[in-house]
């Protein structure tokens, strides 16, 4: 008990975020005592080796089902938590339970058998919802051990029996011993899930954008040339879209950038829940983001960004400093063809997106194929672009 508390207590400790994973330790550390007070019996008094021993097993368990469900993000009931370790103390009160073992063997291991199954569920139904099989191999262990513990139930209620904890009973021993090996088996599969999920969020954080959540520019980038090459391999066409939204600046100076931030995320949930969710859509820097779209027709990216450019024009975007609304200007490119990188189809929506800028904004031009690019360091831009549509009069 003291090992695999101590090794939860290991795995929640550096980053101290998930509650549950603490509530588990503690309840183990609570039972420590427990199997020696109940294993002295005969050599110590009743009330510490049955009351005392029975109930510190009782609040490990109600400590359990507690770190499952904060595990699960649901709420917490003292009351229940602590309900099968005043149920215990009080039948130890009662003399015509209290002096028959079979009765107490009854109730102890029917309240352990009820609450193994409750946190069974738990874990069940949570690996439902997140789809994490390891919670599924996690449910099974406790569905076995509160299986376990009803057969103990059982055999205590119908067998005229005397005599210390593991004294001549062989099914006794296996139903003590059972769950101690299932204790070992499933906090290690408990380690494995958090380790799986802290992997999950580590990876999460690393690509996406802190205030948006939409893609990074590193991981919009790394995928990006991914979907290309698949684009390619499977002869289908690829385009990309450049968005950048217009005098964000003066959203900022104007109204804070706390409004500033909020006119970002609501921007980018209106983009991202108007493309397909094969495409990828990213935060390029500052104002400016990106969409990668896989397309069946040339013309059918320039009415993705049309309908984008209208839709943000409309939006009343909900703010401290009140409603405020923006513009975007787009630039849309499609692939360059082999021999040419997600650089230069970005270069090239850049090129179109800079157009859209000098064009007065809040419009869509798209790259067409053997027209220049804007030089680096230079002072202007040769036209390059097709305008396709802007704002209506």
Request: proline residues 3%; contains cysteine; glycine residues 10%.
């Amino acid at each position: 008990m003291f090992l695999v508390g101590t090794a939860l207590l290991i795995v929640w400790r550096p980053s101290r975020s998930e509650q549950g994973l603490l509530y588990w330790a503690i309840s183990f550390f609570v039972r420590i005592p427990a199997l020696p007070l109940l294993m002295a019996r005969g050599q110590i008094g009743d009330r510490l080796s049955i009351d005392l021993g029975g109930g510190l097993l009782l609040a490990g368990l109600g400590l359990g089902w507690v770190g499952t469900r904060m595990i699960a993000g649901r709420k917490v009931s003292i009351p229940v938590a602590a309900a099968p370790m005043a149920i215990w103390f009080f039948t130890c009160q009662v003399p015509v339970i209290y002096a028959d073992t079979g009765l107490r063997v009854f109730v102890f291991s029917t309240l352990t058998a009820l609450y193994s199954l409750a946190i069974a569920f738990e874990f069940w139904r949570d690996a439902i919802l997140s789809g994490q099989r390891l919670k599924k191999g996690l449910a099974a262990l406790f569905v076995v051990n509160g299986s376990s513990h009803a057969i103990r139930a059982v055999y205590g209620l119908v067998t005229d029996f005397q005599g210390g904890l593991l004294e001549q009973h062989d099914v006794m021993a296996v139903s003590v011993f059972v769950p101690l090996v299932l204790v070992v088996i499933g906090t290690l599969i408990a380690m494995a899930m958090y380790r799986e999920e802290h992997l999950d969020t580590l990876q999460y954080d690393a690509s996406h954008d802190p205030l948006t959540n939409v893609l990074n520019r590193r991981a919009f980038s790394s995928r990006a040339e991914g979907v290309l090459r698949e684009g390619r391999q499977d002869g289908v066409s690829v385009a990309l879209l450049m968005l950048d939204l217009d005098h964000f600046k003066t959203v900022n100076d104007s109204h804070g950038h706390l409004a500033g931030d909020q006119v970002l995320k609501q921007v980018c949930a209106r983009v991202t829940g108007m493309i397909r969710r094969t495409d990828l859509f990213g935060r390029m820097g500052g104002e400016e983001f990106a969409a990668l779209l896989k397309v069946v027709a040339p013309d059918d990216a320039m009415m993705v960004a049309e309908k984008i450019r209208k839709a943000v024009r409309s939006m009343a975007i909900s703010t401290d400093e009140g409603d405020l609304s923006v513009t975007v200007s787009i630039g849309v490119a499609e692939d360059a063809g082999e021999g040419h990188g997600f650089s230069e189809m970005m270069r090239r929506a850049d090129a179109a997106l800079y157009t859209a800028k000098l064009g007065g904004r809040d419009s869509v031009r798209c790259y067409t194929e053997g027209q220049a690019h804007p030089a680096i360091g230079g002072t202007g831009l040769v036209p390059a672009v097709e305008r396709v549509s802007s704002p209506e009069k």
